[in-house]
């Protein structure tokens, strides 16, 4: 068997990456060990954001861009991506300031190009008490404005199921156990069906998410990869107790925390904890649970929540290595190819949902010299999305 694009991972990011390739008229084949959507891509603060909080770090091309995708995103998936009004609630002692955040959302929106979805307001000291019973000693201001939401699997699987109609070929439950970089094209051997199997492919994309640096040693010659971490990030899925959403700043470490109604639930989260262990060993600490409901209870004081009234869900960031905390590290995707001109192995780790479509186009534009002239050219900014059953 012979493939333009063999990718490992039905993650978000191999899922995209197997549509644009699939409506760019490649022959694609994706392997996925376990489930689509079923590891990091599940596991997401189920947001489709520009990042507000990345204007910190002045990462203003990524926030550009995720905006831009937001507006696409929620143009052709209208059934799995939907706007909902955060609220930032700002005490006297928060880290930001009124001005701070009123700066920040006016930057947001001049960086969408004055979208309308951008608009954002400072609430009305009378409309505090509509907020779930906030903490309201020491506030200082509220300000709304809007993000959209999602089902991260139900979009996997949206982008995959769109991969399979444009031609990709799903092979699920498939392993990828190793491959050999040849002149001109890469063998790659795969456990499919219950037994050892293997294929020919021009190009071989590493999309396996937390566990792409331990694949990429299976490669012959190994491709080089700068050093990366996990980090992980653990939700909570509680009892409703909330009506609005909230992007809270917690009060020991000023991190940013979201409380979102998602799905007839609470999503609470999140955290970073460095995970050393091998990836699906991912789940939520006790310390996580703790540290999530203390600020809960920082901010709506008359909640009683329990422990054991939580669901946990828990995902690994995959950050460059570089000191700081992983809070404050660059979010932008890392791409990284065996060679620079005609690669045959190119690596995508990090990034973001929300921005999974521009990473694909991106990965795209680094595997058409490897490759036969495009077949043909659908834009996958025009393909409609639809939930899987
Ligand atoms: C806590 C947290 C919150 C986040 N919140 C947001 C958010 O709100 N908005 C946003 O835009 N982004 C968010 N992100 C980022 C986003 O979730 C990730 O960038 C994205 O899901 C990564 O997808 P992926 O496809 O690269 O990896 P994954 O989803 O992990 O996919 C990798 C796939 O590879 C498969 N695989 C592994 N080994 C093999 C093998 N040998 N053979 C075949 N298949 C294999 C796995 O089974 C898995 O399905 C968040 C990330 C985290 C961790």
Known sequence: MSYDITIIGAGITGAGVAQAAAAAGYKVAVFEASEVGGATSSNSSKL???????????????????????EILLSIAPELVKLAPLHIPIYKNSQRSPLTIHTGLSLYRLLSGWDATTKFSRLDKAQWPDLDGIRTEQ????????????????????????????????????????????????????????????????????????????LNKRITPTPELPPVELVQGSHLLLPPVLHHHYYLESPSDGRAVFALPWQGKLLLGT??????DAPETAQCHPHETHYLLTILKHYFPHLHVLPSSAETLAGLRVLPKTQGTAFGRSRDVMMLADQRNNPRVLTVMGGKLTTYRATAWEVMQKLYPSLPPAR??????????????
């Open 48 to 70: 489709i954001h520009g990042g507000l909080r990345y204007l910190e770090s002045f990462q203003f091309s990524l926030v550009r861009e995720s905006l831009l995708e937001r």
């Open 139 to 214: 506030l200082k201001a509220v300000y709304r404005y809007q993000e959209a939401q999602t089902d991260d699997r139900a979009l996997t699987r949206a982008v995959m199921a769109s991969a399979c109609e444009l031609g990709a070929e799903l092979m699920h439950p498939a392993r990828f156990n190793g491959a050999t970089i040849a002149n001109k094209h890469v063998e790659v051997t795969y456990q499919h069906g219950g037994r050892d199997q293997s294929l020919s492919t021009r190009v071989l994309v590493n999309c396996a998410g937390p566990w792409a640096s331990e």
């Open 271 to 276: 955290t970073e904890t460095p995970h050393f």
């Open 376 to 389: 043909r050219g659908i834009d996958t900014r025009q393909i409609h999305l639809h939930p899987v059953d």
